[in-house]
C-alpha cells in the first residue's frame, strides 16, 4: 500500500513558478513509476509527467520545454517543476504509482493516487 501527497499548489500569474512535490509512505517507493495528471473543471484527466523506476522521463507536449519531473528515492519524493505557467495550465494536479508498466500516459493503469493540489494561473 502507498499514500500520496501532494503539495505546492497555489495562485501565480501567467510566466511564473511552481514546483509541486508528491510525499510517499512507505518502503517501496523506489520500485513505482510515478506520475503527475491534471483535471481541470469541466474536462478530463490528462497526462502531464511520468519518471519511471530507472529515472526516465516523459512530457506531455503542452508542457514540454516549461515543465521539469524528476524523483527523488531518498525522500520517498516526486516533483514537478512548472515554469513559464499559462492560464490553461490551471486544474488540479494530481500524482499516481504504478507497478512498472507500459502506456504511462493512461490513467486507468495507475494503482495509487493522491488528494490532488489545486494550481491556479491567473492571467
Known amino acids: 500500500q502507498v499514500q500520496l501527497v501532494e503539495s505546492g499548489g497555489g495562485l501565480v500569474q501567467a510566466g511564473g513558478s511552481l514546483r509541486l512535490s508528491c510525499a510517499a509512505s512507505g518502503r517501496t517507493f523506489s520500485t513505482y513509476a510515478m506520475g503527475w495528471f491534471r483535471q481541470a473543471p469541466g474536462k478530463e484527466r490528462e497526462f502531464v509527467a511520468v519518471v519511471t523506476v530507472n529515472g526516465d522521463t516523459g512530457l506531455a507536449d503542452s508542457v514540454k520545454g516549461r515543465f521539469t519531473v524528476s524523483r527523488d528515492n531518498g525522500k520517498n519524493t516526486m516533483y514537478l517543476q512548472m515554469n513559464s505557467l499559462k492560464p490553461e495550465d490551471t486544474a488540479i494536479y494530481y500524482c499516481?504509482?504504478?507497478?512498472?508498466?507500459?502506456?504511462?500516459?493512461?490513467?486507468?493503469?495507475?494503482?495509487?493516487w493522491g488528494q490532488g493540489t489545486q494550481v491556479t494561473v491567473s492571467s
Open positions: 499516481a504509482a504504478t507497478s512498472p508498466k507500459r502506456d504511462y500516459v493512461r490513467a486507468v493503469i495507475y494503482d495509487y
